[in-house]
């Protein structure tokens, strides 16, 4: 079945270590994105990539970097440099160039401790 | 910048109906419409396009104002299933030179939620 899978659902790391958080999709999707959940905040876009080897800042880049170097793969690097980094992840995957249904991974949460 | 959403919450009882409002400060090209589950991944209910094309769940329906830049999500003869946070995802308009095509770029809303109670 084709879908989009997120890993680890539970991570904890120590504060001041950088973490990757990984994205996997086999619906041969072009579009990737990573979102950030936090309680009454809504779904906060960090970054997001319409083909290969090219990504655009989201609105809550800062402290966060991805590399976009296949296009089933779009891990997120959470660095010591986010101040606040416990959250519920994100990912996301659609089609381009128009406007699409976006499918979600199942989710990481992070807590840094 | 997210567009703002309103009510922040809605509890309703079996049967009854809901709206919820979706305001953007920007030029759209799209307004997705997803649900969300406690812990669960957000699914996908409604897509509306510039233009006036609609993608979409057949229970739920939704409307586009592209002047005013706001979507409306209606919610009919609601379920205890219906229960859960509504997020709208909103998509501006791509700039230079084929402005007014898509963008690909989300961004979604504070959320809604919603209870129905039997």
């Known amino acids: 079945d084709g879908g989009i899978t997120q890993s680890p659902k539970y991570l904890f790391r120590k504060e001041g270590q950088n973490v990757t958080l990984s994205c996997e999709q086999n619906?041969?999707?072009?579009?990737m994105y990573w979102y950030r959940q936090d309680p009454g905040q809504g779904l906060r876009l960090i970054y997001y990539s319409q083909i290969v080897n090219d990504f655009q800042k989201g609105d809550i880049a800062e402290g966060y970097s991805v590399s976009r170097e296949k296009k089933e793969s779009f891990p997120l690097t959470v660095t010591s440099a986010q101040k606040n980094p416990t959250a519920f992840y994100l990912c996301a995957s659609s089609i381009v160039p128009q406007g699409a249904e976006a499918f979600f991974g199942q989710g990481t949460r992070l807590t840094v401790v | 910048q997210q567009p703002v959403q309103s009510p922040q919450a809605v509890i309703l009882r079996e049967g009854e109906d809901a709206v919820i409002n979706c305001s953007s400060s920007k030029a759209l090209y799209s307004v997705h419409w997803y649900r969300q589950k406690h812990g669960e991944a957000p699914v996908f209910l409604m897509i509306l396009l510039k233009g006036g094309e609609q993608k979409g769940h057949e229970k739920i329906s939704a409307s586009f104002n592209e002047k005013k830049q706001q979507s409306s999500l209606y919610l009919t003869a609601s379920q205890l299933s219906y229960s859960g946070t509504y997020f709208c995802?909103?998509?501006?308009?791509?700039?230079?030179?084929?402005?007014?095509?898509?963008?690909?770029?989300?961004?979604f809303g504070t959320g809604t939620l919603l209870a129905v109670q039997p």
């Open positions: 619906l041969n999707h072009d579009a």
């Open positions: 995802g909103t998509e501006p308009p791509r700039d230079g030179p084929i402005y007014g095509g898509a963008t690909n770029k989300l961004i």
